[in-house]
């Protein structure tokens, strides 16, 4: 990290870490938390303007100035996929643009490392500003298959398959993300124990550091140059392309950073403990969504239901593309706060990293390796200890 960014940040985080307070919902998602100064709450206001703001083709004349994006993009603002701090969801099927999710993409030599595709990267950018072309066309096909619980219930599940055109060959892996849920996302860089060089950002915990995801977020889901990543997103040579090396500018990146460090968590205050979290802890889902953890920053824990590790997770959840230290079939414990109110909306939202899950039970029915024997003592459950489970998981 350049050493002004990192001085800087150093004093903003230990600022941060004094500024705990219990959270109450706020009718604005995106509202800052309670007992924060004035220096502070003028930067966050900054953060979430640059979250909010759409970013324009260099040149571009804009009220925000926000210039500098693509040439190749996935969106043109953070929010357009972090929709008021939420998750994302993937096509609904073919013929549906990715809006709030995106594919990641890679070459998986003999010997499991994993190259950027030559023709995509890392990331497949969909989008692109006039006159120039986008990377690729997707289009999303689900494939359903059916199961049964020991007692005789059925269920359905449904697996992403993807078209990429033009066809990226037959060594190329692709990995289908939707946006993260960001409210409370600040709080993980504090948490015991910390990160270490694996990571702790991203369905795969694959970023070390907030600074870092955010820095990845503008240069890859933007095509925003920034300190962290200055090369422009090009097409393959000969096509002209290039501009300013740091088109955010740093202190639109801490500004942007501190947002995303200080946006308040959920709220759990209401949380019921009842019989479906004893079901919960006693088959052992508890192990990685662990109810509570500390934070370095002082005596406050949060209640993220999640060890913050990644896990093996099983052929069902492994699509082939490994990242950085993590493995293909290998996730970052989602952590289930929040999730109350995304099911309360929407009792089949999309859940785990493609949104394949129509709602948590199916999202249970997808665990498999190091989860497997949670899974198994799931489906054993009782259809009215599912039930009680189900609701717990609903009052998150
Ligand atoms: C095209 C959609 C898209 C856009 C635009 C986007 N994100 Fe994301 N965001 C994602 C996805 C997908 C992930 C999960 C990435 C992964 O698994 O590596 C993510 C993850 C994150 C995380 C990590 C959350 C966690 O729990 O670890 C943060 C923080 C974040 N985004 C912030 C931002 C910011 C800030 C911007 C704007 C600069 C932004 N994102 C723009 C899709 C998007
Ligand atoms: C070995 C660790 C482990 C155990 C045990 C475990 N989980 Fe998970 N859970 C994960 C991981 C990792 C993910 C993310 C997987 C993905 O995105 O593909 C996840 C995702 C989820 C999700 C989706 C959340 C979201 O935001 O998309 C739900 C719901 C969930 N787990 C509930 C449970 C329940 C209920 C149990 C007990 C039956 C359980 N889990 C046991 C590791 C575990």
Known sequence: MPRFLTVLFLILTCAIGGSAAAQTRPADPLAPPDGIGPDLRAAYETGRLIFNGHWRPSGTDGPDKLEGLGPLYNRISCASCHS???????????????????????????????????????????????????????????????????DGTPYELRRPDLTITPDPGPDARWSIRVAQPLHGVGKFAHAVPGPDDTGRFGWKAAMPSLAMQNASALSQDMGVTNLFFPDPICPPAPEPCGGNRNEAGGVRLMSLTLFTELLPPPDLSQHRNGKGEMLFMKIGCGGCHKPEIA??????????????????????????????AAASDEWRTAPLWGLGAVLAD???????????????????????????????????????????LLEFLGGL
């Not at 990331?123 to 199961?147: C, F, N, V």
């Not at 370095?296 to 699509?319: K, N, V, W």
């Open 84 to 150: 008021a701090g939420g998750r994302g969801k993937p096509p609904g099927g073919p013929g549906e643009n990715f809006l709030t999710a995106l594919v990641r993409i890679g070459v998986v030599g003999e010997d499991g490392s994993v190259e950027p595709h030559p023709l995509y990267g890392q990331q497949i950018q969909d989008r692109a500003i006039p006159g120039m072309k986008p990377e690729a066309e997707l289009s999303l096909t689900w494939r359903y298959e059916k199961g049964r619980f020991p």
């Open 295 to 324: 934070l370095r920053t002082g005596p406050e824990r949060i209640m993220a239901y999640s060890d913050l590790r990644r896990h093996r997770m099983g052929e069902g959840l492994d699509d082939g593309l490994p990242e950085g």
């Open 346 to 388: 929407d009792p089949r939202a999309p859940l785990l990293h493609d949104g394949r899950a129509r709602g948590a039970e199916e999202a249970i029915l997808w665990h498999g390796g190091a989860a497997a024997r949670a899974r198994h003592a799931f489906v054993n459950l009782s259809r009215e200890d599912r039930g009680y």
